[in-house]
């Protein structure tokens, strides 16, 4: 029986965390399988990712709501999730807030990245946020989903500081540069049970 963990990426944008933990997956220090990726967004770049990695993928249509998936959607992603073998779901910049069924479907098992050091700056845009309070350090947090917003169980953290000249995209891309680091190696050590 293979020792790697099965984990599913659910994004919406471009993919860059997806590409950090397939890179993960690929040479080792990671030791997981990503089988699918899914995406709520049909032109979503993450889904061009996958299929670079060859990993299977597939858009999902969200259905009417904006922030979450409709029953009809939820139900579909879970079949599909689980289809897939996946054991475990890692949110890669996903848009949709996940509740009720599909939280039950995975409990405790479903993991998140924020660009920002929780609980400072939950929601959208997070990196501005920090520009505009004017914090000197920021950073990034990878968390257990829960029913709230951003407030799960708090796994690791990554600090990055806030440089005089910063500007809103310059602080962004630092902090992404961290959670590129940071997400992959969380999930190995999580996966080694190296996290209480
Ligand atoms: C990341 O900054 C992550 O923290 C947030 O959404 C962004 C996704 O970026 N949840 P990418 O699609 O992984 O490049």
Redesign the pocket.
């Known amino acids: 029986m293979s020792f790697k963990k099965k984990i599913a990426v659910l ?1 919406s ?6 590409v950090s933990l397939a890179k993960a997956c690929a040479d080792g220090t990671l030791p997981a399988e990503i089988t699918l990726v899914i995406s709520d967004v049909e032109d979503a770049k ?1 889904l061009d990712r996958a299929k670079e990695f060859g990993i299977p993928n597939k858009f999902i249509n969200p259905g009417k709501y904006r922030t979450k998936l409709d029953a009809t959607a939820e139900t579909t992603c879970i079949k599909t999730l689980k289809d897939s073998g996946a054991q475990w779901v890692a949110l ?2 996903f848009m949709r807030i996940l509740k009720g069924d599909f939280l039950r479907a995975f409990e405790q098992k479903v993991i ?4 920002s050091l929780l609980p400072a700056f939950p929601g959208l845009e997070a990196w501005k946020q920090a520009c505009d309070y004017g914090v000197k350090v920021t950073g ?1 947090t990878v968390h257990l989903v829960d029913h709230g917003i951003d407030t799960g169980r708090i796994l690791a953290q990554g600090v990055v500081p806030v440089l005089e000249d910063d500007t809103s995209t310059t602080l962004h891309q630092r ?2 540069e961290e ?1 590129h680091r940071l997400y992959p190696r969380t999930l190995a050590r999580l996966f080694s049970n190296k996290i209480n």
Do not use: L, V
């Open positions: 994004g944008g471009k993919g860059s965390n997806f993450i890669a910049g998140n990245i924020h660009p990034c902090i992404q959670e």
